[in-house]
């Protein structure tokens, strides 16, 4: 975990996966999000109670708890006087702030579900802003933060428990594409319909994509291609024939509405075209 504090107030931020070079307070001071230079100060305190130790004390006369000292292991900063502690501790070892992380505000405001029309708020996973449906639990990501959220979402699959693991194992891809019902969203920024997308282009997670503005995931896409990653990023022959067949057939069809659209067009402008000649042939008619 990586922490920085407000100068003014001393609230602590979690900015352990968040990018913003400058962490809004809630009381109005922008903090630096930069790396500190840890100090190696002596240890006075427990860093689960926060009660005072002696110097070559190994566990803590009062709630005992072990005395971390193993250098290798002492990964976190202390937001305040910047000496090392472990990971796991509450107070600090040297100068005894409490942490008390909080969630960095994210910028953002709320988009309508390209699903299901609800309002989602915007707020942070794994360190990256996006906007969730409570309805539906798909996924909105802008387009700049949908490669760390896969990352973010492999990693923790990657350093999950192996027991839980094992109880709620990472689904490997997607369902057939051939086979699913095809449905176009639109992109809740701009409203212009987003294009389907087979991720990797042999998932079989279908995704919709706008290019300018992020990338829509239903509710468990976003596990299902952290599992299909994990599992090696290959599915069956079959799958991908098939996407190839379905892709064709749907390039086939845009290509002859669009030769249909314009058949229509330069007849209405032409009037020695095919529109014209059908207008002939119902005036001939009526005559």
């Not at 250098?71 to 910047?82: H, M, T, V």
């Not at 990472?170 to 319909?193: I, L």
């Not at 075209?273 to 005559?287: E, I």
Request: glycine content about 10%.
């Amino acid at each position: 975990m990586r922490l920085v504090a407000c100068s003014s107030c001393h609230t602590q931020y979690d900015v352990t996966d968040v990018s913003l070079e400058k962490i809004p307070c809630h009381c109005g001071v922008e903090i630096p999000n930069v790396d500190r230079e840890a100090v190696d100060a002596k240890i006075h305190r427990c860093g689960s109670c926060g009660a005072i130790v002696s110097a070559e004390a190994e566990g803590c006369e009062y709630c005992g708890s072990e005395i971390e000292r193993d250098p290798g292991r002492l990964s976190l900063i202390c937001p305040e006087c910047f000496a090392r502690c472990a990971d796991t501790s509450r107070f600090c070892t040297a100068c005894g702030v409490g942490f008390q992380p909080q969630k960095v505000r994210v910028d953002g405001h709320e988009l309508p579900c390209p699903d299901c029309d609800a309002l989602m708020p915007a707020h942070q996973v794994g360190g990256v802003g996006v906007n969730e449906c409570r309805t539906c639990n798909g996924l909105w990501v802008p387009a700049d933060g949908f490669d760390q959220l896969i990352s973010r979402a492999i990693e923790a699959r990657r350093s999950a428990d192996p027991a839980q693991q094992l109880a709620s194992p990472p689904r490997m891809k997607g369902g057939n594409p051939a086979a699913q019902g095809v449905k176009y969203r639109k992109c809740p920024e701009c409203m212009a319909f987003m294009l389907r997308r087979n991720y990797r282009k042999s998932s079989g997670v279908i995704i919709d994509v706008c290019h300018q503005h992020g990338t829509w995931l239903d509710a468990d896409e976003l596990e299902q291609i952290a599992g299909f990653v994990l599992s090696g990023g290959t599915t069956s022959r079959v799958i991908v024939e098939e996407e190839q067949k379905a892709v064709a057939e749907a390039a086939r069809w845009r290509r002859e509405a669009r030769m249909a659209d314009a058949g229509i067009r330069t007849g209405a402008r032409d009037p020695h075209g095919a529109g014209a000649s059908l207008l002939k042939f119902v005036m001939d008619l009526l005559d």
